[in-house]
């Protein structure tokens, strides 16, 4: 059956429509296309800058460490400059005191030098690993003091770090705490297998427990006399430990006489 030209002309104008509704879509799709192609463009440049301020701030904590291994490096390299004038002749008075005094000078500088080269050796220059840094410092003090008695020393302070504020203190109060231990703790009529049943012993530990750190110093020796205070002495080294516990750590202090002397240091994770 033939159409009739009405016919024809309505579906062609119907073809037409189709047409220009397909240029239409065709249209919308190539803007649409072009907009995602803009995006493309924008999101490999900001990709582009992304990674130049990438390599920029590499190059730049790079830097900062070489700035601050070398800053460590001198002042671990001054430090041991200063025990090495105080271990020259005359320094101080060749008495037993003068000797008694060169030495703690010469410990405490220790302390902190080491502090700096256990920073440099790690690369870890924020935080200090305080198992090997406090297992150091022991071994370093124990080969300081000759004694006829043969001392065991136990370090439990894996996993910890400490920032330099926190540190150094804490070595300054192991390295007195652990020295007096060694003068006093352990004389020739203390027989330690009899009287505590183990070897002499002296231990440090520190550990972290629910945003607390608690730091322990002792030994199974003599103990303290019966009337001293190690809390309000007036000793030195004492008097030291006493002020960095409270105005460094702002650390509780527990001093325990069972079996020895043990000193136990309480401090926040977060001073804030």
Known sequence: ????????????????????????????????????????????????????NEEELKTIVAEKEILLSEIHH?????????????ALDGTYEETPAGQRLKKDLQNR??????????????????????????????E????????????????????????????TPCGLIVNELITNSFKYAFPA????ETLRDEPCTLHVSLSLDNGIYV???GDNGIGLPAEF?????????????NFLAKHQLRAKVEVNTKKGTEFVFRFRESFN
Do not use: W
């Open 1 to 52: 059956m033939r159409q009739t030209n009405d016919e024809l002309l309505r579906n062609e104008q119907a073809l037409v429509n189709k047409n220009e509704d397909l240029l239409a879509m065709n249209e919308e799709l190539t803007a649409t296309e072009e907009e995602l192609q803009r995006h493309i463009t924008e999101l490999i440049r900001r990709e582009d800058e992304l990674r130049k």
């Open 74 to 86: 001198r002042v671990k390299n001054n430090l041991t400059a200063f025990i090495s004038l105080l």
């Open 109 to 138: 500088a220790r302390s902190m030098a080491l502090i700096h080269e256990t920073l440099y050796r790690t690369r870890k220059f924020s935080n200090v690993d305080m198992g090997v840094y406090l297992g150091t410092l022991t």
């Open 140 to 167: 370093q003090i124990a080969g300081t003091y000759q004694s006829e008695k043969s001392v065991r020393t136990i370090v439990n302070a894996g996993g910890i770090t400490l920032d330099l504020a926190r540190s």
């Open 189 to 192: 009529s203390f027989d330690c």
């Open 215 to 217: 730091l322990k110093i």
């Open 229 to 241: 205070d190690p809390l309000t002495a007036q000793s030195l080294g004492l008097k030291l430990v």
